[in-house]
Structure formats: C-alpha cells, structure tokens
C-alpha cells in the first residue's frame, strides 16, 4: 500500500442541535483497501459518511482526498470528484428502465445532443454481464425484485470509474449467491486500485473481504485495526464498550441467580423466516418469566418481534400462542388475542406527540370504551389516573400533550396502554433506550414485576447489563439464525458476546 491515504478524515465533529453526532472521529483508508467500518446504532458511522459526501457539513475537522482538502455541498459533487456511495435504501427510479438508472445523470449523447440508445444498451448489459446478471435492461427497474435493484445500484456506482466507493450495508437484501458475486466485484476494484468502505453488522463478511477495520461507538473513532489482528469477540467488545480482559474473567464464573419456577408457554417461535433479515429464528415465552432476545444491530431482533405481533409478514416457521398455531394479518388481531408490543421507536411508532398523556394511554381500549363512536370520558379518566398512579407517571395532568413528559414517563405511558388491555403477553423492543439512569431503573423494575404477577415477557436490549440482569432465560440471534438457548445460571456478557462472535454454545449453555 502507498504511504499516502486516498482519504484522511480527522477531528470530525458534527452537532444536530444540541446533540452530539460525531465528536473528533477519524476514518483513514489507503489506496486499494477495503476498509470495514462498524459500530452499533447511533455510532456516527451514517453520519460519517454523509458528511464526506456532502449531504451534511460538518462543524469541524479536516478532510482530504488524493492528497487534496475535500470539501463537497452534494452527493452528486461527490460522485463528479470521484466518491461514489451505496446507500442500503435503494435510491434509484423504480418506474425508470434499468438503463436509465444507470446512465441516469451522464447519458452519452451525440454530437447533436440526441441520446445514444444503442451504445447505453448495450453498456448496461455488458456491465451487468460482469455482475452475473441476465435481464431486461429495457424494463422497469420496479418489476425486479429487491436484490437486483441493489445489485443495479451497485453496478451503477461501479460503472463510475469512482476512486472510492461507499457500500453502506448493501448485502442486507441479497441472497449467498449474490453476496458471493459482490464479493468478487470488490476484489476486482481492490486489483483496479479502488478503496471500498464496506458497511456491514455481518462479521463473517468482514472477515471475507475487508483489510481493515474502523469501529466507532457514541459517534467517536474507538479502534482501527488490521481484520487478522482482531478477532470476533474482541470486536463485539470494542462495539460494545466492554474490557476485554474482564469479559474473559467474567467467563470464568457463570452468573449466578435463583432459578424461578416454570410457569406454562405462552409463546412458541419455531424456525420463523422474514425475508432476508431471518432465516431460522426459534424461541418460547412461559408465563411469570422474562426471556431476553440479544443479538448485534442487524441479526433479526426487531424482526422476529414485528412478525410475532403481526406488524411484518412472515415467510416459514410457526408462531403459537398458548399452544394453538396463529398467523396474524395484522397487529389488532395480535392485540385481541392478548399481545402488547412496545416498539424501540418510541416517538414514531408509540407516542402520538399532538395528544395528550390519557388519549395516548387509552388509545388501544378505546374500542372497549365507546359506545355508537362516543367515549366514556368517566370510565376513561378512571383507568387513566389508576394507572397514572400505579406507574408513578409524572405529568401535570392526564390531558398534558405526551410530548411535553420525559422520555422515562413516555415509555410509562406506553406500558400502562398495554397494561389496561389485561394481556397474556408483553414484547419490548429496547424499553430503556433513551431514557435518563433513574428512569430506567424504574422501567426495569416494573418489566420484573409485571413478570411476578404472571405475565410472559419479551425483553430485547442492546444492553448486555440489562439481559444478564433481568431475564430469566436468553435467546441469542446471529445474522437471522438463533445460535443459542442459554439460562440466568448461565448467563453473562462472557456468554452473550461469545454468541454474537462466533455463533456456536458456550460450554454450559443449554442450547
């Protein structure tokens, strides 16, 4: 490799309002290199590479390309200089032929300016040819399916003679087949001299393809290294803030806890498939317990969760409630039948913000409540305050707007919708996230006791502390698949990180 880098970005910060995105992070990748960059949600690794190809500025920090300062105001100015990106949201013309999609921006034209039909036609399906790709190069690019149009953008990007090209997550639609041919395009550019920045939470395919890799975390540059200097598990640390010397002592005790009584199945999950995301997800719920479901970002937690409440269709396997076999169209048969689900994104997919704390927290009963479409306002207020109190919601009253509350009362709100609806069985997707320590206690406390009180629990949590601490039982998914069952006596962030690394049982787990 040359000593000089293709690209240098150093001391880069980047405030949205008052929240920090990025704080002094650094990406440097040589020539020729593929250079992974990781991290878990919210690390800075979008917003990196938003700013480098210019889709926002950042306030600080240097950046320089080929030796020169870099400084860009659109991805288009991005792609003229040389910088091509892959966004995992395909963002071509679906009703626009392939063709044009790929030409789309630089069409060759004649000396009289008239397009060159013939010549693009067949540029395009020489290109595609290289991709192992044989289709209509006339047709619309929305009558093919997801993974051809994310293999059309990448051979568009390609095509661009760019010197470094951005692959933001672009085998998340793709089958192995198609992985494999994308893996010997990158070859290929890495033998042209082209560098890659290969975007991916799939550690089997960094360790594949890339050289080297850059990890960030709460939008800081925390590690760069060589792929054959750094293993699995010490890069599921490094992602997750974790001493690896301590996880490795800490694995040498098991976690210890009282084991709970059994009480009967609520839920069973067997070998579920949802598109490409999961691919053999199995896991049960028994009443009077919290079963933890850990996995890196992008190994099919939120996923199996939506498809068990009836939000996301599913494509095999089977979903059992209570013993009898359901497959809901969508989430209000999930809810008639005795299911809650808190979703991880509180603001877009729970609260209504313009509403207040009581129309918010009654707006899954609200059908028990009314009569001929008019509400029982004296009922209503009745199970609003009850559960106002039995939560310890802070508000000014049951008609102040939800979003004036702190995210710890949100999240309370969200939970006692669910709670007044009597249900069998409850899912959190993330229940502390963005929520202040005190906050979260209280939320972790109240999941405990509603699982003392008989419920069936399904805690999903990024947070190791948080699934070592409070459930009872634990299912670890790895890239769609689940690779391991494993009890409280057995459970530790040892256990876990293990799982998420390399896939296979720590000795002591009952898979």
Request: aromatic share 4%; net charge neutral.
């Amino acid at each position: 490799m040359a000593a000089q880098p293709l690209l240098s970005m150093r001391n880069i910060d980047k405030r949205f309002g008052t929240a920090p995105a990025l704080v002094d992070a650094h990406l440097e990748v040589m020539p020729g290199e593929v250079m992974a960059l990781i991290g878990q949600n919210g690390a800075g690794k979008s917003t990196m590479i938003k700013v480098l190809n210019g889709f926002v500025r950042h306030d600080a920090g240097t950046i320089t390309y080929e030796g020169r300062p870099w400084e860009v105001a659109t991805p288009e100015a991005a792609q003229r200089g040389g910088i091509s990106t892959i966004f995992q949201e395909i963002n071509l013309i679906p009703f626009r032929t392939v063709v044009e999609n790929i030409y789309l921006g630089r069409e060759i034209c004649s000396a009289l300016g008239f397009l060159r039909w013939r010549e693009m036609k067949a540029g395009a399906r020489k290109l595609l040819d290289e991709f192992g790709i044989a289709i209509d190069v006339e047709a619309p690019l929305e009558t093919y399916s997801t993974a051809i149009q994310q293999m059309v953008a990448i051979a568009r990007a390609v095509s661009m003679n760019a010197r470094l090209v951005i692959m933001d997550e672009s085998t998340s639609s793709l089958d192995e087949a198609e992985v494999k041919v994308l893996f010997a395009t990158i070859r290929r550019l890495k033998a042209q001299g082209v560098s890659v920045v290969f975007v991916s939470h799939k550690l089997d395919e960094l360790y594949a393809v890339c050289d080297r890799v850059t990890v960030m975390r709460d939008g800081r540059t925390v590690a760069v290294a060589s792929m054959a200097e750094m293993s699995k598990l010490q890069l599921v640390a490094t992602m997750l803030g974790r001493d690896l010397a301590e996880v490795r002592k800490q694995g040498a005790t098991a976690f210890s806890a009282a084991a709970r009584p059994p009480g009967p199945q609520v839920l069973e999950v067997e070998h579920l498939a949802i598109g490409r995301r999961v691919a053999d997800a199995s896991l049960d719920v028994r009443k009077g317990e919290i079963v933890g479901l850990a996995g890196l970002l992008g190994s099919g937690r939120t996923e199996v969760a939506r498809a068990v409440f009836g939000a996301d269709p599913r494509g095999g396997g089977a979903i059992r409630l209570n013993g009898r076999e359901v497959r809901f169209a969508e989430p209000s048969e999930a809810i008639r039948a005795g299911l809650g689900f808190c979703s991880e994104d509180r603001k877009h997919e729970g609260i209504v913000p313009a509403m207040s704390v009581r129309e918010n927290m009654t707006l899954a009963l609200l059908p028990a409540l009314s009569r001929s479409g008019i509400i029982d306002e004296t009922k209503q207020r009745a199970i609003v305050e009850r559960f106002i109190a039995d939560l310890g919601v802070k508000c000014a009253s049951p008609d102040q707007p939800i979003r004036e509350l702190s995210g710890g009362n949100q999240q309370k709100v969200l939970l006692a919708r669910w709670l007044c609806m009597n249900p069998e069985m409850l899912i959190f997707d993330e229940p502390t996230r963005g929520i202040d320590v005190g906050a979260k206690a209280e939320i972790q406390k109240l999941i405990r006791r509603l699982a003392d009180d008989g419920l069936g629990v399904l805690m999903i949590s990024s947070e190791l502390e948080e699934i070592v601490e409070g459930a009872d039982r634990t299912f670890v998914l790895r890239d769609g698949r689940t690779v391991v069952s494993l009890d409280r006596a057995n459970t530790s962030e040892a256990t876990l990180m293990d799982a998420m690394a390399h896939g296979g049982a720590h000795e002591g787990a009952a898979a």
